[in-house]
Structure formats: structure tokens, C-alpha cells
């Protein structure tokens, strides 16, 4: 796995040397997978994204090699004017859960472009295995991320992400 300091977006779209991403169901309907939502309306933005984004794509082919589970819900609203954030899950088992909460408030590009900004702070958390607990998400995005308060953390990579997303679907 390569390590946050290292991870650009060009090594993901190229870690699988030019091969055709799966079948958007194979990858997201998998007994195995490691991006999972029971939200029909979820599933339908991560189909989309994984179909119509080949870095959506990438990310999830990323988080598919990792040791982290990522479940994803749609909620009716989260704190301030927050549209997507990530929390950390116990360990279990030998591996690490995340949960990403979407508040849509857009169309559905844009939910998507959230979401995939949100799968790229799943991909941070991944490259650091000592990322178990809140306390140690925290300790990772006050050496990474940009502090907006009231510990809320945002990264450039996570911005780019969402931004090169949003513009690969309206193209």
C-alpha cells in the first residue's frame, strides 16, 4: 500500500497498469467488498460514480486492497454546513471500519462528488494504520488535514478529489 506521503491520485489511476476497472457490480455487490451500503439510494450514487469516474473508480479499487471497511448512509442532515464527514469504528476482527455519512443536498453529481471526497479520507485513513479510534483520527488529520474547528478536519487531496470527480461527470 503506498503510504499518504506518496499517494497521488495519478498512482491510483495507474496501480492497476491501464487494466478496465471491474464491473460496477462485481466490485460493489461482492460478498467481499470493503465499500458497503444497504441505502438504495447510496448504491445508486456509488454505481454511478464508480461508472461515469474513473478516479470514483480508482478510489474504490484502493479501499478494496486496504484493510478498511467503509459503510456509507445517507442522514437527513449533519452539523453546520457539513454535506459529508467520516468516523472511525472499533477494530475487529484485524480490520478497520469507517462510516461516511452523506447529507445530499445537491444534485446527484455533486452527492457524488462529496462522496468520493469522503472515500479519499477513507484512503488517508488507510495508509495509517495507527488509525484505530477518534482519538487517533484526530491525531492523523492535526498532522495532515486543515483544522476548521469544533474537530473538523479537511484535506487539499480530499478537496482535488472531489473537485476532479464533480468535473469527470459533467464532462
Do not use: C
Amino acid at each position: 500500500m503506498l503510504s499518504l506521503a506518496t499517494w497521488t491520485l495519478a498512482s491510483v489511476l495507474t496501480a492497476g497498469h491501464g487494466a478496465a476497472p471491474a464491473a460496477a457490480d462485481a466490485v460493489l455487490d461482492g460478498p467481499t467488498r470493503h465499500v458497503r451500503t444497504t441505502d438504495r439510494a447510496m448504491r445508486k450514487l456509488l454505481g454511478n460514480g464508480y461508472t461515469h469516474s474513473p478516479t470514483f473508480a480508482a478510489l474504490v479499487a484502493y479501499l478494496e486492497r486496504s484493510d478498511l471497511y467503509v459503510y456509507i448512509e445517507e442522514v437527513p442532515r449533519l452539523p453546520g454546513a457539513l454535506e459529508g464527514r467520516l468516523l472511525v469504528l472499533q477494530p475487529a476482527h484485524g480490520f478497520r471500519y469507517v462510516r461516511i455519512q452523506i447529507a445530499r443536498r445537491g444534485g446527484p453529481n455533486d452527492s457524488i462528488a462529496v462522496l468520493a471526497h469522503e472515500l479519499r479520507h477513507a484512503i488517508e485513513v488507510a495508509d495509517d494504520p495507527s488509525v484505530i479510534n477518534a482519538q487517533t483520527l484526530i491525531a492523523l488529520y492535526r498532522r495532515i488535514g486543515i483544522d476548521h474547528g469544533n474537530n473538523e478536519y479537511d484535506t487539499i487531496a480530499a478537496q482535488e478529489t472531489g473537485r476532479r470527480v464533480l468535473k469527470e461527470l459533467v464532462a
